[in-house]
């Protein structure tokens, strides 16, 4: 009963380091995404992941690199990090026909100092 | 006009009461609507699924105004732990993003 499960769930950087957050669910969904969410400005979309061997950026994908790894994972990298990176990370998988069926993991709480 | 706008409230609303709150959005060739909630320091879980003209479940509806392009949810009976934010997410067919809002806040109280 797993769904969709995210690593670290809390880390703490310091401004230059990089670091990479995991996801991976085992729902057999096509589609997965990386969400952002700060206080007052909602979830915003970081990259999505449509299908296998494909991504694609979203809203704000600045600073960030992903990897499609399998159908099952999907990683976002933060190369270099900064402290307007702070923000909860979650991580969604749908299927392709229900694209709006997001099912997400319980977030990672990233602080940059 | 953002592609999705929620008063971000707080509703605040004693145990019991009914409440409603709606979601205006841009794109009019939006065909599916979801609500999720989103607990304090978790994740969204999806509530209700709209691909109609509405939805309903137990103490939760859901309506959609094509014309007017907004989807509302009504909560009725409102339970303490009916307390939440509440996120609408617009769709629409072929390749799209799920464009969340920014939820509005429902407090009820004793």
């Known amino acids: 009963n797993a769904g969709v499960t995210q690593t670290p769930k809390f880390q703490v950087l310091k401004t230059g380091q990089s670091m990479t957050l995991q996801c991976a669910q085992d729902?057999?969904?096509?589609?997965m995404y990386w969400y952002r969410q700060d206080p007052g400005m909602g979830l915003r979309l970081i990259y999505y992941?449509?299908?296998?061997?494909?991504?694609d950026k979203g809203e704000v994908p600045n600073g960030y690199n992903v990897s499609r790894l399998n159908k099952r994972e999907f990683s976002l990298r933060l190369e270099s990090a900064a402290p307007s990176q702070t923000s909860v990370y979650f991580c969604a998988s749908s299927e392709a026909q229900r694209a709006g069926e997001l099912f997400f993991g319980e977030g990672s709480r990233l602080t940059v100092l | 006009r953002k592609e999705v706008e929620q008063d971000p409230g707080p509703f605040n609303v004693p145990e019991g009461a009914t409440v409603a709150f709606n979601c205006t959005y841009s794109?009019?060739?939006?065909?599916?609507f979801f609500w999720y909630r989103q607990d304090c320091r978790k994740e969204p879980k999806l509530l209700m699924s709209v691909y109609s003209s509405g939805n309903e479940d137990g103490r939760f509806t859901a309506q959609l105004n094509r014309a007017s392009q907004y989807i509302s949810l009504l909560i009725r009976d409102s339970k303490l732990s009916d307390s939440a934010t509440y996120l609408c997410v617009p769709t629409s067919g072929g390749s799209y993003i799920p464009t969340f809002g920014r939820g509005t806040s429902l407090i009820v109280h004793p």
């Open positions: 729902m057999n969904h096509n589609s």
């Open positions: 992941s449509a299908s296998e061997g494909t991504t």
């Open positions: 794109n009019s060739a939006s065909q599916s």
